[in-house]
């Protein structure tokens, strides 16, 4: 359909989201963690404990050494040093917890690319990591098979992201390039690209704008019906969300809003949730009191990345 996010978009806030549940891939359907408009803390339990790894570390930890190392971090959370935790300083807290962990992972993957561990990972080195084997598509010539010929879509705009990254052209990519092909919403010199192959990929009338229709993909309105409610739900975010000037259509900073993931978004969602749970006296932010008596559902949600800060010095050290 050509709705939401990219897929590897998507793919990268999973593991975020979900840490150490066995997600079976970026495409299947998650059960929602509000349902029905109710924070369901078992879904963020299974995700906390949701490997045996993080279950064995989270419960060597003391009460004492968890609940000096959640002081720490609540300190760190509290920007301007008033006890007080906002909902501005939790959202923040909460996207620097994404970007951190996006970026360690993006470190992790290119040890794991670089084959012969020379510093950079190659084109081919990454084909092998992916595929097993080195693939290469001809641009001009389409494959008959459906199925084919759509990964080999995919695979060429991997390639000319990758070529995209490459700044500094030497062979393969460094692990800052790396991370810039891995995340390119991350990377300011990759935005360009990121709104071109948007573009590419929706605008069928090559005006530069991807209108309604367009956002909407391969939908096909039925006169004699209503519109399903997903369609429904689809165009309040085009004409609420994205389009932000109101002239029907997305500009290229109005589309890079939709095909990139909404960590801000996310991140404020949370902070609102935290504080709507937590706030004792209705002042609309969290003292440190507050948050130590609630703070088992504090360790289950994404200011702490479901408990996993307290396992990582780089939140909890009072040096950093």
């Known amino acids: 359909m050509g709705l939401g996010p990219r897929p590897a978009a998507w793919a990268l806030l999973l593991p975020l989201l979900l840490l150490g549940a066995a997600a079976a891939g970026a495409g299947d359907a998650e059960e929602p963690r509000y349902a029905q408009g109710e924070h369901r803390a078992d879904y963020d339990r299974e995700a906390l404990l949701g490997g045996?790894?993080?279950?064995?570390?989270?419960?060597?930890?003391?009460?004492?050494?968890q609940h000096k190392r959640l002081?720490?971090?609540?300190?760190?959370?509290?920007?301007?040093?008033?006890?007080?935790?906002?909902?501005?300083?939790?959202?923040?807290w909460i996207q620097m917890s994404f970007k951190h962990y996006a970026?360690?992972?993006?470190?992790?993957?290119?040890?794991?690319?670089?084959?012969?561990?020379?510093?950079?990972?190659?084109?081919d080195e990454y084909n092998i990591q992916m595929y097993d084997r080195v693939i290469d598509f001809d641009e001009n010539t389409a494959l008959d098979d459906a199925e084919e010929e759509s990964f080999r879509q995919l695979h060429l705009k991997d390639k000319k992201r990758?070529?995209?990254?490459?700044?500094?052209?030497?062979?393969?990519?460094?692990?800052?390039?790396?991370?810039?092909?891995?995340?390119?919403?991350e990377v300011d010199y990759m935005t360009e690209f990121v709104i071109q192959e948007a573009l590419e990929e929706h605008d069928k009338n090559d005006d530069g704008f991807v209108s309604l229709e367009e956002f909407l993909g391969?939908?096909?309105?039925?006169?004699?019906?209503?519109?399903?409610?997903?369609?429904?739900?689809?165009?309040?975010?085009?004409?609420?969300?994205?389009?932000?000037?109101?002239?029907?259509r997305l500009d290229p900073q109005e589309l890079l809003s939709w095909v990139v993931p909404n960590n801000?978004?996310?991140?404020?969602?949370?902070?609102?949730?935290?504080?709507?749970e937590m706030d004792l006296n209705n002042d609309r932010k969290l003292s440190e009191a507050e948050v130590l008596e609630n703070q088992d559902l504090f360790l289950t949600s994404e200011a702490t990345d479901y408990g996993r800060q307290l396992h990582d010095a780089y939140f909890y050290h009072d040096e950093l």
Do not use: C
């Open 218 to 248: 391969d939908y096909r309105r039925d006169p004699t019906n209503e519109d399903p409610e997903w369609i429904l739900v689809e165009k309040d975010r085009f004409l609420n969300d994205y389009d932000k000037d109101t002239d029907g």
């Open 264 to 276: 801000q978004g996310i991140a404020q969602e949370e902070a609102l949730h935290l504080i709507d």
């Open 162 to 185: 990758f070529e995209k990254a490459n700044q500094d052209l030497d062979p393969g990519l460094n692990l800052e390039e790396f991370i810039a092909f891995e995340h390119p919403e």
């Open 52 to 65: 045996q790894e993080e279950v064995d570390e989270y419960v060597k930890l003391t009460p004492e050494e």
């Open 71 to 92: 002081k720490s971090i609540i300190k760190k959370i509290d920007l301007d040093s008033d006890g007080f935790l906002t909902e501005s300083e939790l959202s923040s």
């Open 103 to 123: 970026m360690q992972e993006a470190k992790q993957q290119f040890v794991e690319y670089d084959k012969n561990s020379d510093g950079a990972v190659s084109w």
